[in-house]
């Protein structure tokens, strides 16, 4: 398997009901086919990531095809850049969406694909849905991957950690962040703010890793329906942040019309990293 023991680092082998290690370690398998590698005491929450309505929301938004050069984008990068043979890790995969694209160009290239995130209800739905991913319940601030065992990992929208991510990555192997661009769904903050506000564009060095490119996608969309736009806005970090009144303004549109935009960085890694103590 891809991924390893998170007690003590020994290779995982599939058995009848999950896997194991040699160490005794054994973890079962979800009906959907994912495996929990999330120890108690990692887990800062009682059920730690998006929750189940989070998800939904994501799922039934991407689901409408919105997003959908954004996938196209990853597809691309990601078989330009995964070597015949290698391995992609799909770092914080959500409900699956881009991990579909990324085990399209695993296969194109004879290679494997692994995906991960904290929350159990996003790697259900994943699990799921896309089927011939190793899928695994983990955080990507402790992923339960051996040093050096990826090719490419990819972090799209997801929580970026610098060490970890160097640790798991091999010597000359690439690490790919997808984030928002500056006006990335700007007329969805119109319709939310008063004084909206672009998000920062910048590319930023990272000690292990050089910066090869940076590959940009923009678009617009119309969110036709009440229940599409709630879906939008509920996959975003404003869900948190906005007060009901905005909320309300927003549930009363039918449509609403917006910028889209990512930005893919990509980075080379430089040499192997030391495991954190």
């Not at 050089?210 to 617009?220: D, H």
């Not at 736009?229 to 905005?246: C, D, G, H, V």
């Amino acid at each position: 398997m891809v991924f390893c023991c998170p007690h003590c680092g020994l290779p995982l082998s599939k058995t009848e009901h999950g896997c194991a290690c040699e160490n005794g370690h054994s973890f079962d398998a979800a009906r959907q086919g994912y495996v929990h590698l999330l120890p108690v005491n990692r887990m800062h929450a009682k059920i730690p990531g998006d929750s189940k309505e989070m998800v939904e929301a994501r799922t039934r938004f991407l689901s409408l095809g919105y997003y959908a050069p954004f996938r196209e984008a990853l597809f691309r990068l990601a078989r330009e850049f995964l070597p015949e043979g290698g391995v992609v890790l799909d770092a914080g995969c959500g409900e699956g969406y881009y991990t579909a694209a990324l085990l399209e160009a695993a296969r194109e290239k004879r290679g494997r694909c692994a995906a991960f995130d904290i929350s159990k209800f996003a790697v259900k739905a994943a699990a799921g849905r896309v089927k011939g991913v190793e899928f695994a319940v983990a955080s990507s601030f402790h992923i339960p991957v051996a040093d050096g065992a990826v090719d490419l990992l990819t972090a799209v929208f997801s929580p970026f950690a610098e060490a970890e991510f160097r640790r798991a990555v091999k010597p000359g192997g690439v690490m790919l962040l997808a984030v928002p661009s500056a006006r990335h769904l700007w007329g969805l903050k119109c319709a939310l703010y008063e004084k909206p506000y672009e998000n920062e564009e910048h590319v930023d060095e990272y000690p292990g890793f050089a910066f090869l490119r940076r590959e940009s996608v923009r678009g617009e969309m119309t969110v036709h329906g009440a229940e599409n736009i709630r879906a939008l806005f509920a996959m975003t970090p404003y869900l948190w942040r906005t007060e009901s009144a905005a909320v309300e303004r927003l549930g009363a549109l039918d449509a609403l019309t917006t910028e889209i935009g990512f930005d893919f960085l990509l980075y080379r890694a430089r040499g192997a990293a030391p495991r954190p103590l």
